[in-house]
């Protein structure tokens, strides 16, 4: 075919050079492109177009296509498209060939023909086909898997066929020992990762020097490698949670769970969820039965992994049985006490009233033993403990916490064991009860046991009858007999009978007949000032009566002989006993006696103090007992506060203390001042004082300090005191000592409230004749024999007996109808007792009833 193309072609050359030759007027057709012979690629598509050149083209008629057959292509029809078909253009003469998508079978000789005044007009070309490079397997995105072989395929066509040479990055790859080049493309052994990487797969066709590359993107996937991680992971029941499964690989894996005991797929599963692209199994709500094994798998294109964790589920204890229990004293008592939880959890008891835990096994001597024991119930572990107590006593009963404990927490409950008893009486005193003057009386009687016991009385062994003396209240455990003694048998014993299932006990109580006191049995002086004594007493025997509450005495200047004008003081029993306010240089006569509940006993006889003459103050104390030699250690580096207290001024009043400090050192076991120059005195001008704040010191520095008191007549001996200062700065910016005490101000502020109270009455004596004042001076003026007559005659009397006190309160009457115990009276008689300080001791004196502590005249 190709000999007859060359042949037609020559033959239209030829023509064409003729018709040059017989001059530039010849009319004929042109096709264009001009080229005579064109080689187009198959698949390509062709358009050729035939025009006419003549003078005048309007004598030249429509130009028309013919295939290589011969034939006439003809126009497309409307809306449609063949492979070959002409499309005229009639305005400029011209004839197009359409040719779609070239196949071989389609070259060949196309002719255009027309007719110019009849005379025919023709002119051709001849279409050649060839094969263009073709890639029909070479995408362009290849994806191989780590330590497997892959061929990077690359099928290339093409006509002539071509030759075909691959590229890494430019480099240029060569069969070898992990290359092989293959005809549809390269196939690389063993992947590596780093075969990852774009090759070149070059085609060339060296008859048409066509030249085609193609860039493949080669990816290596690895198969899912499943990170390391802890094998158990512990969650806890009732919380949320989450397991996390990680593995490496390329691309990224997708994960999945499942539960190894039922092979359930958990990201379908309730109470569940699964994040496929993180790993994450999520427990919405943990319950007991989620423990077990759990496979969580990976898996993308280069292959799968998985791997087992264990899942333990912690569930808190719960105590669901702990029940009271009851056992007699010395038997056997046991208290058991279950719980569940997971893992098992751990029992201890621990007695509500101790701080620490019994031990599991033995205790206090293999008298309480704890047993513990545990199984698997279900989801859950079961454990049960025990504690027996043999031969119980009272002090085993209570409250028994038991205490379980897990890795998940803690619960806690009570017991009680209750300890069976027979009655006792052993918190009940056996004090005798009295009575006198027929005051009703009440006796009582607690029986403690478990069960409650009941009560009945007897009175000299036969049992006691109710009568309109004698009334009883209660018969168990608690139970009350009220007591008239209207009659002296009425006195004796009762005796209180308990009983309950366990046995029986019994108490005494004494209901005895009351007296007075007797004589005081001695009373000595002990220590005296120029203004006050004090006294040891010793009471009379208490057989008789009542406890002794007090003591009371009459003193009374010597040349006085009538004694019921003595003073009188009472004391609260083993108070000291402390007579104040009396005159320097005198005599005075004391006589004392004893108080009970009934009354005052009879007077012991007077002893005779001589008061001393006044004289300095008595040597002050220092509020806490610490001895004159030792030496304190104070806290601050700069400062030290004395305290001290008032000292008896022996019948002149204190005015002033005096405060002096003297840095001293300790030579060979003795106090030593450093110097004379370095003592410093200080004056304190209050009687009230009772504390100094010395300030000034040194840091790290020993003083002696002494405090004495004042008065007209001297000075006391002083309080001697050893101080050390704190280590420190030398002085700490305190702002400099008062002026004044606190008792000091408190004084002058009494003062002005009196000065104005003096100034109303004043007022109100002259425009009303009214007031204190007003009432001095209406009063008569006392004469000399009225004198006398108050302090009667020379002659001695006898003493007088003491001034009965008043009886006790007496109860009322309850009345027979009802059924009511008397309210304790106690010692209502005798009221609470006031105190005051005086010389370093505290005075006692009662506030009202039958004891008076006042100095006044009887």
Not at 118 to 138: G, Q, R
Not at 392 to 402: A, I, K, P, Q
Request: proline residues 7%; glycine residues 6%.
């Amino acid at each position: 075919m190709r000999s007859s193309r060359g042949r037609t072609t020559g033959v239209a050359a030829l023509a064409l050079m003729l018709a040059a030759l017989t001059g530039c007027s010849a009319q004929n057709l042109r096709i264009y492109p001009m080229q005579k012979q064109q080689t187009v690629a198959v698949g390509k598509s062709v358009v050729l177009t035939c025009q006419a050149d003549a003078s005048d083209p309007a004598l030249v008629s429509q130009p028309h296509w013919r295939d290589p057959k011969g034939q006439i292509i003809n126009e497309a029809a409307s809306g449609t498209r063949p492979e070959i078909y002409t499309e005229p253009m009639p305005a400029k003469q011209l004839q197009l060939l359409y040719i779609s998508s070239i196949t071989p079978a389609m070259a060949g000789n196309y002719t255009c023909e027309a007719t110019f005044t009849n005379m025919p007009l023709s002119a051709s070309v001849v279409l050649d086909t060839f094969v263009a490079i073709t890639w029909t397997n070479a995408n362009e995105n290849q994806y191989a898997t780590k330590g497997k072989d892959f061929k990077v395929m690359c099928e290339v066509t093409a006509e002539p066929a071509p030759s075909v040479d691959w590229f890494k990055e430019g480099t240029p790859i060569l069969t070898g020992d992990r290359y092989v080049i293959d005809v549809n493309g390269l196939l690389i052994k063993s992947i590596e990762e780093s075969d990852d990487g774009t090759y070149t797969c070059r085609a060339v066709v060296i008859q048409t020097g066509e030249l085609a590359e193609r860039n493949i993107k080669l990816e290596v996937y690895t198969a899912p490698e499943m990170e390391e991680r802890e094998t158990r992971v512990v969650i806890k029941e009732g919380e949320s949670a989450s397991i996390t499964c990680k593995a490496r690989g390329k691309p990224p894996p997708t994960y999945s769970w499942i539960k190894a005991s039922t092979r359930e797929n958990l990201g379908t599963a309730s109470r569940f969820s699964v994040n496929e692209i993180k790993g994450l199994l999520t427990f919405d709500r943990v319950e007991a039965g989620d423990y077990g094994k759990y496979i969580c798998s990976a898996v993308n294109q280069a292959g799968h992994n998985e791997t087992e964790i264990e899942v333990e589920v912690l569930v808190p204890p719960k105590i669901f049985e702990l029940y009271n229990t009851t056992a007699a004293e010395k038997t056997e008592g046991r208290l058991e006490c279950k719980a569940s939880g997971r893992p098992a959890p751990r029992i201890s008891f621990r007695k509500l009233s101790s701080s620490e835990r019994l031990l599991n096994g033995p205790n206090d001597d293999g008298r309480i033993i704890i047993e513990t024991s545990n199984r698997q119930t279900g989801d859950q572990m079961q454990s049960s403990a025990v504690i027996t107590i043999t031969s119980l006593n009272r002090t085993d009963d209570g409250l028994y916490e038991c205490v379980a404990e897990n890795e998940g927490g803690e619960a806690r409950k009570n017991g009680h064991l209750t300890v069976q008893f027979k009655p006792t009486f052993e918190h009940m005193t056996n004090v005798p009860i009295w009575s006198w003057n027929s005051q009703p009386v009440n006796i009582s009687c607690i029986a403690e046991s478990i069960p409650n016991a009941t009560i009945k009385w007897k009175f000299h062994d036969v049992d006691l009858i109710e009568s309109p003396q004698v009334r009883i209240y209660g018969s168990g455990p608690i139970s009350y007999v009220t007591v008239t003694p209207t009659d002296r048998s009425l006195y004796g014993v009762y005796k209180c009978i308990a009983t309950n299932t366990l046995g029986e006990a019994e108490h005494i109580n004494q209901l005895r007949e009351a007296f007075p006191p007797g004589t005081v049995t001695q009373a000595k002086q002990e220590t005296i000032t120029a203004t006050s004594v004090s006294f040891s007493i010793v009471g009379p025997p208490e057989e008789m009566g009542p406890p002794i509450l007090a003591y009371t005495t009459q003193y009374k200047e010597n040349g006085n002989y009538d004694w019921n004008l003595a003073m009188n003081r009472t004391w609260s029993a083993n108070s000291p006993y402390i007579v104040e306010n009396l005159r320097p240089m005198y005599s005075y006569d004391f006589r004392f006696a004893a108080v009970n509940r009934v009354g005052v006993g009879s007077w012991g006889a007077p002893i005779t103090v001589i008061m001393p003459r006044r004289s300095p103050p008595e040597q002050p104390k220092w509020r806490e007992a610490v001895s004159s030699e030792s030496l304190i250690h104070g806290k601050f580096a700069d400062r030290y506060e004395l305290q001290w207290k008032v000292p008896a001024h022996n019948g002149e009043p204190i005015d002033m203390y005096e405060i002096s400090y003297c840095p001293v050192m300790k030579v060979s076991g003795e106090w030593r001042i450093s110097g004379e120059s370095d003592c410093l005195t200080e004056e304190l001008k209050s009687y009230e004082a009772i504390n100094y704040e010395v300030r000034g010191l040194q840091p790290d520095t020993r003083y002696r300090m002494h405090v004495r008191a004042h008065n007209i007549l001297g000075y006391s001996l002083p309080a001697q005191l050893y101080v050390q200062t704190a280590l420190g700065v030398e002085r700490s910016g305190f702002a400099p000592p008062q002026l004044l005490s606190s008792g000091a101000i408190v004084g002058i502020a009494l003062a002005g409230v009196l000065i104005c109270l003096l100034i109303v009455d004043l007022l109100l004596f002259c425009f009303r004749r009214q007031g204190v004042i007003a009432t001095i001076c209406g009063k008569r003026v006392k004469t000399h024999k009225d004198d006398e007559t108050k302090l009667g005659s020379t002659k001695p009397r006898a003493p007088p007996s003491p001034a009965p006190l008043p009886p006790p309160v007496k109860l009322v009457p309850t009345p027979t109808d009802e059924k009511e115990p008397l309210k304790e009276t106690g010692d209502d008689a005798i009221k609470r007792n006031s105190s005051v300080e005086f010389d370093g001791r505290r005075v006692y004196a009662t506030s009202g009833g039958p004891i008076i502590g006042k100095n006044s005249a009887v």
